[in-house]
Structure formats: C-alpha cells, structure tokens
C-alpha cells in the first residue's frame, strides 16, 4: 500500500490554465506538506497543515491555494500558471512528535 | 546568504571508499538537522536525523554536528554504486514543522 500518493504523476498545461494535484496519506498522520523543488533540485516548503489547519504558508504567490479536506487529503489549486511554476511537487507528511516526514512520489508540472 | 548550504558537487568516489557529504547553516536557532537521499526522478529519503553535538551512527552512515561551527555532516562507509544519489541536507528550529533544505550534494559512487 501506498504510504503517501499523489495525483496526477505528470502535468502538462498552457501558461494561463487553473490546475489542482491532489494528495493523499495512509499513515494516519496529523500534518501534511506541500514541497517544490525546482530544476536545481533546491525543495523549498510551501505549505503545511496540521489537524486541518494552515500553519506554514511561505511567501507563495496567491495563485496557490491549499485545501485540506480532512487530516488525510491535501490538495493544492493554482490559478493562472506560469512559465515558473514548473517544477516537482512534492507531498509529505509526519506525525506530530516525530521527526520523520515521509514524501510522496512528486507530481512534474510542466507549463508550457 | 542561504540558510543552509551545499556544495552542488558531484562528488565522486570509488567503491570501498568513504564518502564525505557537508553541510553548513546560517540560522543558530536551528536545532534538529536531517540527512535524505533522492534518487533521481523519486522522492526524497530519510537516512538520518542528529539534535545533539558530536556523531551518530546507523550501519554505515555517521552523522556529525558541530553547533559552535554551524556544520552538519554525513560520512558513508564502504560506499556502494547504490549509494549515488543526491543527498539533502535539512535543518529545523524546535517546535517548528518547517524543514529548511539545502540544495544538495550529488554523490557518484564508482564500480
């Protein structure tokens, strides 16, 4: 079973288009993670939240929005893509007291 | 300044050799740090975590931290072809879920 899952695996969309990956953990885990790592391989966090509320929220611009539905879902909608946004996104998650984050498999954004 | 520095690399050994990977960070309130390997077009993987001075060892990894010199280290014995891979280098305030990366180290470990 997968621990932690996202969807899609690849995107491939316009400049200007709105997009959404989704992502989903099975650890039973309290906090989730957006990640990007660019081309350089630099992973930088985005977002993350804990027991459904937002406790990370870097300086992004504010085509990103996060949803979490519920403790295990972890959604992130961005608006208008640019050229820039292409990148690897990366879910995690970790339960709280514990240091391990776990990543999921990354979705490739690619706006062309 | 970087909050938490790398050299790119790649840094290459042979097999049989020991790795050095190295790491330095400008945030003094950092307190946790974390070692992960990623293989090329995957995830990220935890290898190991240190919160205290000096080293820490799990089979052939040591991980070493200097607080008073800001640098933070990972040694890989008896490196393998299966240890080539970019390794990241994260640090952590405590009580914060914010891990703050390195842009990591390629490591090429040669037959």
């Known amino acids: 079973d997968t621990a932690v899952s996202q969807t899609p695996k690849y995107l491939v969309t316009q400049m200007g288009n709105d997009k959404s990956i989704k992502c989903e953990q099975n650890l039973g885990h309290d906090t989730m993670y957006w990640y990007k790592q660019d081309s350089k391989k630099f992973l930088k966090i985005m977002f993350s939240?804990?027991?459904?509320?937002?406790?990370i929220n870097e300086t992004v611009p504010n085509r990103f929005s996060p949803k979490s539905p519920d403790k295990a879902h972890l959604n992130l909608h961005i608006n208008s893509l640019e050229l820039g946004d292409s990148a690897v996104y990366f879910c995690?998650?970790?339960?709280?007291?514990?240091?391990?984050?776990?990543f999921g498999p990354g979705t490739r954004l690619t706006v062309l | 300044q970087k909050e938490v520095e790398q050299n790119s690399g790649p840094l290459s050994v042979p097999e049989g050799a020991i790795a050095s990977l190295n790491c330095t960070y400008s945030d003094r309130g950092s307190q946790s740090f974390f070692w992960y390997r990623q293989y090329s077009g995957k995830s990220p993987e935890l290898i190991m975590f240190i919160y205290s001075n000096g080293d820490k060892e799990d089979g052939r990894f040591t991980a070493q931290l200097n607080k008073a010199s800001q640098y933070v280290s990972l040694l890989i014995r008896d490196s393998q072809p299966s240890d080539s891979a970019t390794y990241l280098c994260?640090?952590?305030?405590?009580?914060?879920?914010?891990?703050?990366f390195g842009s990591g180290t390629r490591l090429l470990v040669r037959p």
């Open positions: 939240y804990n027991n459904k509320e937002l406790i």
């Open positions: 995690a998650s970790s339960q709280e007291g514990y240091n391990e984050q776990f």
């Open positions: 994260a640090g952590r305030r405590d009580s914060s879920y914010k891990l703050i």
